[in-house]
Structure formats: structure tokens, C-alpha cells
């Protein structure tokens, strides 16, 4: 357990480096949710009655997702795992007496980490300062806020659980370009990225909150906004917990597959 | 001309070397933006209609968008991997031939993956102008025309800021990304619903609305007449675009290799 936590820090310490990355990062990330809130407002004003969430739910939900974007958005991989992948590197890393899962989980877990604890506190201030159905507003008890850090992390292990079963496949793939690109597509459009999952309609809506997708930034941003409460919350927040496992379990079998036929390409 | 057909002929060719590879790219192109198109169908199914505009006028506002930013990306690829060519010293190789430095960085990388979702705006774009009922005249057709150019271009000019940026910082930048990959996700919508103040932004500073919420009026039959032409305004932006690119080039300083 030791050994993974040193490289959690390492990470997590390395991704605190990039700090006018950052900068550039939150101004980037303040456009988009403004626009997204302005799209939203249109749509709001020619039907409110249609609106599925209140508005300034909804203002909180893409301010929310704006600040933490580093934690949920799968294309946030990590192309160094790619290139050690299919460039044979890998051969290093397995001469290690370490277990590579839980060295690339922690490593994960710890870049996206620190990529998020650099942006979200002026995302968050700032967008708190704005007015009323535009703001963030301020969480509506204790114990929702608190669900809404606990589910914050669970969401986040089961996004990077997601993303290592994307790693280990291209273990078998050799290119990883393609099944890449169509993971991320998946995650982005089931996961509540491109529109939250309560503006779908209702029959899709239920089976979409049933796949793993939904644990990952669906269940704590909606938390947080008030949307999600009382047994709902309940069902997710234990969701979540049942899907990490499964993810984490076909994540290790697999992983065992693949280091059982592994073939070095070249290096 | 003959020389950029024949960067185009090589470039076809080194991408057809790994088929496989293209063809999964350019699935992968279509379903990325494939999920904006759904992101919009799901929309519409909750609320019939957004500050005037229905369903079908959006989709023949977002294929139209799609279609000058896909073109923009497949040609002016280059200025995007601009800041690794700055960084890997290989523009210095492009200094010292005797040909003009933009057209050789164009044609250095050209996307064909691409193609998926020029395919996909085409689709969105016939359905358009199905759903629509337009009655083609002349006048239309040159519409459609000028946008198409005028979108491309405009597109392109802000791939050059973008690249001419590189210069000073080596890096590119982050922010560049709200006026490149933003306007396509957000050009979704005709640029009005966004408000008056985003209206006059892209009228003004960056003339997005004139390659597309003008002109499509126009297309609906409740435009000015005039709003036709814009289009052709909107290439006026090339200008302080290359300026800059020149005053890039003025400045830059190799990084080695």
C-alpha cells in the first residue's frame, strides 16, 4: 500500500507544476460555462415549464462540472500510459515488483487530483459572485454537501477504473487510437457531459442512470444542486459503489489476462 | 497550386499506408461530433421550439457550421500542430525555402480524417434544407456559396492567430480554444439565443454571426437582403490575421534541433 501512495504524491506534486497551464485552463473553462449557461437560459425562456431542474440547479451543475472537469472528463488520459504501451517501455515498469494496476489506479487518481485542486478554487469563488439563477449557489444542507464530497470521490474512482480498462484493452489492440476515441465519445454522452441526464427523456433517462456513466459526474453534481436527494440519492450513491467494484474487478482480470499473453514490441 | 497538389498527393498517400488506422479515426471524427447532434435531437424533444428557431433550422444552422469548420480544420491542420512544429525547430527548415511560409505550413499536414464529419454535416445540412421547405433561387444558392467560403476562411484566420501566438510563447494556447473548438460547439445554435451582447461580440470582434446567423436568416426568408454579402465581409478578418503572422515570423527566434 506504501508504494502506491509514494506515487500518488509524486504525481500528485508533479501536477501541481503547471501552473500557467492552469491559468490558461480556468479562463478556457469560465467561457464555456458561461456559454453553456446562456444556452440553457434560451432554452429556459421559451419554456420553463418544460425545464426538468430549476434553473439555478442547472447553473450550479455547469459551474460544478466547469471547476472538477479535470476529475470526470475521460479524455483526460494519460498518453504517457499509451506511448509505454505501444512503444515497449512497458518492460521497464514490469521488471518492478509492484502490481501495475494499482501503480497506474494511484497515479491516475493523483494526476487528475492535482490538475483539479489547481483549478477549481477561482472557478468556484468567481462564479459564487454572480447573480442569482447565474451563480453558484451555496449547497442546500450539510449533510447534502457532505454526500456531495463523498460521491465526488467515488465518481472519480470509478471514471479512472473506466479509463483503466481502456488502458489495459490496448494491451491486446497494440493502436490504441480507435477504441480510445470511441470510449471517450461514450463517457462524454452518457456521463451527463454534453446535456445533464435530467434533460433526456424519461424512459432513456431511467436506463441511463442504471450504466456506469451515471456514477461518474452525474451523481455528485446533481447531489450538490439539490436535484438529487432522499432514496434517489440513496440508490445512486450505492450504484456507485457496486459499479467501482465491478469496474475495479474487470479491470484486474483483465489485467491478468493481458500480462499472462504479453508480447514486448520491441524498445 | 500544382505545388499544393502535390503535398496533397503525398500526404494521401502516407495516410492510406495505415488503413485501418484512418478509418477508425475518421468513425471516431463522426461520433464525436455525432454526440453534439444528439445532445441537440434530446433537447428537442423537451422543448419544441428556442427563441424562434425549430429543430430543423438549428440542425441546418449546426450542419452549416460543422461543414466550414470541418473544411477550415481539414486545410489550415497545420496552423493547429503549429506550436510542436515551433518546438521540434522544424519550422527553420521551412525558413530557408524559397516558397511562401504559410503555404508550406498547410500543406505540411493535411487531415483527411476529417472526412467524417464533412459526411455528417452534409447529412444534417440535406435534411436542413428538406425540413425546411426552402424554394432554391439564384440569390440562395450564392448565399450558401458565400458562407461556405466565408466560414472557411474565417475559421482559418482564427487557426492563424492561433498558430502566429506560437511564436511568442512556443507553447499554444489553451484560451485559443473557446474561438476554434467553442464556436463549433456552441455554433451549434444560430449565435442570437445567446444573447444580445454575445450577438454584438460576434458581429463585431469576431465575426462569427456574419458566416452564420445573418445569412441563415436569409436563407429562412427573414433576413435583409444584404445580410447575403457578409459572408464576404467576414474574409476581411484574414487581414489583421496575417499581420500578425507576420509580425510572428519578424520575431521568432528558432528553439534548436
Known amino acids: ?267 | 497550386m500544382r505545388l499544393y497538389i502535390k503535398y496533397f498527393a503525398i500526404q494521401f498517400r502516407s495516410v492510406m499506408e495505415y488503413k485501418a488506422s484512418f478509418f477508425l479515426t475518421t468513425i471516431g471524427q463522426f461520433f464525436i461530433s455525432f454526440n453534439i447532434f444528439l445532445g441537440i435531437y434530446f433537447m428537442f424533444q423537451r422543448f419544441p421550439i428556442v427563441e424562434g428557431f425549430t429543430y430543423s433550422e438549428v440542425l441546418l444552422c449546426f450542419g452549416m457550421t460543422l461543414l466550414e469548420f470541418s473544411l477550415a480544420e481539414c486545410f489550415a491542420r497545420g496552423f493547429d500542430m503549429f506550436s510542436i512544429m515551433i518546438k521540434k525547430g522544424e519550422f527553420d527548415r521551412i525558413m530557408v525555402r524559397p516558397r511562401n511560409e504559410i503555404f508550406q505550413v498547410l500543406g505540411n499536414y493535411i487531415e483527411f480524417t476529417r472526412l467524417g464529419r464533412i459526411i455528417q454535416a452534409l447529412i444534417m445540412f440535406a435534411y436542413g434544407i428538406a425540413a425546411n421547405n426552402i424554394t432554391w433561387d439564384l440569390g440562395k444558392i450564392i448565399t450558401v456559396l458565400f458562407m461556405l467560403v466565408g466560414g472557411t476562411v474565417l475559421f482559418s484566420g482564427i487557426f492563424l492567430i492561433y498558430a502566429s501566438l506560437c511564436f511568442f510563447t512556443t507553447e499554444g494556447l489553451e484560451f485559443m480554444n473557446v474561438l476554434t473548438y467553442g464556436a463549433r460547439e456552441y455554433g451549434k445554435y444560430p449565435v442570437s439565443i445567446y444573447g444580445k451582447r454575445m450577438l454584438q461580440f460576434c458581429t463585431f470582434i469576431v465575426p462569427y454571426s456574419l458566416v452564420q446567423y445573418y445569412p441563415l436568416l436569409n436563407l429562412l426568408d427573414r433576413g435583409k437582403p444584404y445580410y447575403s454579402l457578409l459572408p464576404l465581409l467576414a474574409c476581411l478578418f484574414l487581414i489583421p490575421c496575417y499581420l500578425l503572422w507576420r509580425m510572428g515570423v519578424k520575431h521568432y527566434t528558432s528553439c534548436g534541433s
Open chain 1, 1 to 267: 500500500m506504501r508504494k502506491y501512495l509514494v506515487f500518488f504524491r509524486l504525481r500528485f506534486s508533479m501536477g501541481l507544476q503547471y501552473r500557467a497551464a492552469a491559468l490558461a485552463g480556468i479562463v478556457t473553462q469560465f467561457a464555456w460555462g458561461a456559454m453553456e449557461i446562456a444556452l440553457f437560459r434560451a432554452f429556459y425562456h421559451t419554456d420553463p415549464g418544460s425545464f426538468p431542474m430549476t434553473f439555478s440547479a442547472v447553473s450550479a451543475y455547469v459551474w460544478m462540472q466547469q471547476a472538477f472537469l479535470a476529475l470526470f472528463m475521460a479524455w483526460m488520459m494519460e498518453n504517457e500510459i499509451f506511448d509505454d504501451i505501444v512503444n515497449g517501455n512497458i518492460a521497464y515498469e514490469l521488471c518492478r515488483p509492484i502490481d501495475i494496476y494499482n501503480m497506474w489506479f494511484s497515479r491516475s487518481l493523483a494526476n487528475r487530483l492535482s490538475k483539479a485542486v489547481l483549478r477549481c478554487m477561482p472557478i468556484l469563488i468567481f462564479a459564487a459572485f454572480l447573480p442569482a439563477p447565474y451563480g453558484l449557489i451555496p449547497p442546500v444542507d450539510f449533510i447534502s454537501f457532505f454526500f456531495f464530497l463523498l460521491t465526488l470521490v467515488t465518481g472519480l474512482s470509478v471514471t479512472v477504473a473506466f479509463c483503466m480498462l481502456v488502458y489495459i484493452v490496448s494491451f491486446f489492440t497494440i493502436s490504441p487510437a480507435g477504441i480510445r476515441m470511441v470510449a471517450v465519445s461514450m463517457v462524454d454522452f452518457f456521463s451527463g457531459a454534453v446535456i445533464p441526464l435530467p434533460f433526456f427523456p424519461e424512459h432513456i433517462k431511467h436506463i441511463l442512470e442504471l450504466l456506469p456513466f451515471a456514477s461518474m459526474q452525474n451523481v455528485p453534481l446533481r447531489i450538490y444542486s439539490g436535484d438529487l436527494s432522499g432514496p434517489a440519492m440513496w440508490k445512486a450513491v450505492l450504484l456507485q459503489l457496486l459499479w467501482l467494484l465491478i469496474l475495479v474487478l474487470m479491470g484486474k482480470v483483465l489485467n491478468f489476462l493481458a500480462m499472462k499473453r504479453i508480447r514486448i514490441q520491441g524498445g
